[in-house]
């Protein structure tokens, strides 16, 4: 099997051949700094400071100020267009701020880094359309998954490590697919295709996972066992979670955090945030 040409370039200058047990963070220079080594010395994994963004003019992130925790399980709540998903594009890339501080752990300054370099860092994210192999199986979909977080030389290897199979199997078990292994993608429910896609993410290892909109088109059922997983996952990783279903988010959050017109309008608990006047002029009381 070959990599593509441009992965051969980008790493045959930097990488040792045999030396299969480097991760492709080494690869990009991030070292230690990455991975299990990020450093989170002050206790805050994402930091966010005076964040613009601007579309033709249009302030979609106001001066945003944000911070999270290591371990934290947080909530992003707001009305359409207060700039959630802009702020999940500006963490993991995709948006570049016209200004700010944008710092994942102590070290990595986000805006130095290319999409591809924030995801081998740490930072994962699921968009709310499933984006699942649908013709390959439950396995074949984490294990692709898995492989292309892994380095070059890991990922041309033909066979799992026994390392890398335990962690697809517990992953199974965690999102509830252990009896669809075999499965097409395809032939999954809506909701186990979110759990696939959470998996996907999760054999990963990511610090801090980005979750816009879970539970949207889920079942009852399915966002009640969202819930435990995103509960069972905090601690672990550091989450951060943008929905408009006020039950999920009371299920799951200790902390809230109201974005409005690209800024933070408040933060504390849900209690706390639904019983300010503010947020109930421009949110809840809508
Ligand atoms: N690429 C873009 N070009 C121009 N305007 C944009 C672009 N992306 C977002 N916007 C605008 O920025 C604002 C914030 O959008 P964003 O998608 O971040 O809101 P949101 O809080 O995620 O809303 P929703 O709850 O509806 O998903 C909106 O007014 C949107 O129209
Ligand atoms: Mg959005």
Not at 16 to 28: C, F, L, T, V, Y
Not at 64 to 87: F, M, S, W
Not at 235 to 246: A, N, R, T, W, Y
Not at 261 to 285: K, T
């Amino acid at each position: 099997m070959r990599v593509t040409a441009t992965a051969e370039f980008m790493l045959e200058p930097i990488l040792e051949p045999n030396k299969d047990q480097g991760s492709s963070r080494d690869a990009i220079g991030l070292g230690q700094a990455a991975g299990k080594g990020l450093n989170t010395r002050h206790g805050t994994i994402l930091t966010l400071e005076d964040i613009s963004v601007s579309f033709d003019g249009f302030k979609a992130l106001n001066d945003l100020n944000l911070y999270i925790g290591v371990g934290e399980l947080r909530c992003i709540i707001g009305p359409n267009g207060a700039g959630k998903t802009t702020l999940m594009d500006v963490i993991t890339g995709k948006t570049r701020p016209s200004h700010g501080k944008a710092w994942f752990g102590e070290t990595l300054d986000l805006a130095a880094m290319s999409e591809v370099q924030i995801a081998q860092a740490g930072i994962g994210r699921k968009f709310q359309k499933p984006t699942v192999f649908e013709a390959l199986s439950v396995f074949e979909n984490l294990e692709l998954a898995q492989k292309t977080d892994k380095s070059v030389w890991a990922s041309l290897r033909a066979r799992l490590s026994g390392e890398q199979r335990d962690r697809i199997d517990e992953v199974l078990q965690t999102i509830r697919l252990t009896a669809s292994v075999q499965r097409p993608a395809g032939l999954l429910s809506h909701g186990q295709k979110q759990f696939l896609e959470i998996g996907m993410l999760l054999v990963q290892d990511p610090q801090l996972l980005l979750l816009d909109e879970p539970v949207a088109g889920m079942t009852d059922a399915e966002t009640e066992f969202t819930a435990e997983l995103f509960k069972s996952l905090a601690g672990k990783h550091s989450l951060m979670v943008v929905e408009h279903d006020m039950g999920f988010v009371g299920a799951i959050a200790d902390h809230v955090t109201v974005l409005h017109q690209g800024s933070v309008l408040a933060e504390g608990s849900l209690e706390q945030v639904q019983a300010d006047e503010r947020v109930i002029e421009v949110y809840l009381g809508r």
